[in-house]
């Protein structure tokens, strides 16, 4: 949220060189979790993906459901974010979700079926987003976790978006998200709303608009 990602990197490093890391499996798990999402934020897919697999093998091997569950949801994020291998993503969230249920995992759920839409609108299965989303939503409004629901309102509107519903459905949910993001400066989120509403713009036919709101978003 705050941006300090390569101090954060530099860090993760030095704990997970540590000369008896791997006689702590589980915190060596936690570290490599970490350096996942570190490396994601920093948009290195690659490095994300080698911690995310790392850590899902050792959960494996712990055997812990919960732990591997939790791993599987990472490694669906790298290969869908930059559309390397989307089924790839999706079936990573598919073997989760189930686990998650069965844990009675509420945030879990929440997070996988924000991912499995994800998957869905990269495939441009946008009905099949939606009616996921709307799922994710719901969940997410009876817990509190403005940043999982601020996400989940996000996804839902790009797909009302692809589904024609920009306006009427999409716009309200990006406002809400962004009152969010705004209330706790979570400077990606306010980004990528800002890139929202240009979309908004674009099918307003108000080009001038867009284009200010994708300069605001990138500066």
């Not at 055997?63 to 989307?86: H, Q």
């Not at 790009?158 to 024609?164: P, Q, V």
């Not at 240009?198 to 080009?207: E, F, I, K, N, Y």
């Amino acid at each position: 949220m705050r941006g300090m990602l390569q101090e954060g990197a530099e860090w993760l490093e030095r704990i997970l060189t540590l000369p008896d890391a791997a006689a702590y499996p589980r915190e060596l798990a936690k570290a490599l979790e970490a350096g996942g999402g570190v490396a994601y934020w920093r948009a290195e897919m690659p490095t994300a993906m080698k911690y995310y697999e790392a850590c899902l093998e050792l959960c494996r091997s712990i055997g812990d459901r919960a732990a591997i569950a939790n791993a599987l949801y990472n490694v669906g994020f790298p290969t869908l974010i930059n559309r390397s291998d989307v089924h790839r993503s999706r079936a990573a969230f598919e073997e989760c979700l189930p686990i998650a249920r069965d844990l009675g995992d509420k945030d879990l759920i929440a997070r996988v079926l924000w991912g499995l839409g994800n998957a869905h609108y990269y495939a441009s299965e946008n009905e099949a987003a939606r009616d996921v989303l709307l799922e994710d939503v719901a969940i997410f409004r009876t817990m509190d976790d403005p940043f999982g629901l601020s996400w989940a309102l996000h996804t839902l509107g790009l797909a009302y978006h692809r589904l024609g519903a920009t306006r009427s459905h999409a716009v309200p949910l990006w406002r809400e998200a962004l009152a969010h993001f705004a209330a706790v400066g979570d400077v990606s989120g306010i980004t990528i709303l800002l890139g929202d509403f240009g979309l908004d713009a674009v099918s307003d036919g108000d080009m001038l608009r867009a284009v200010r709101l994708k300069v605001a978003s990138e500066r």
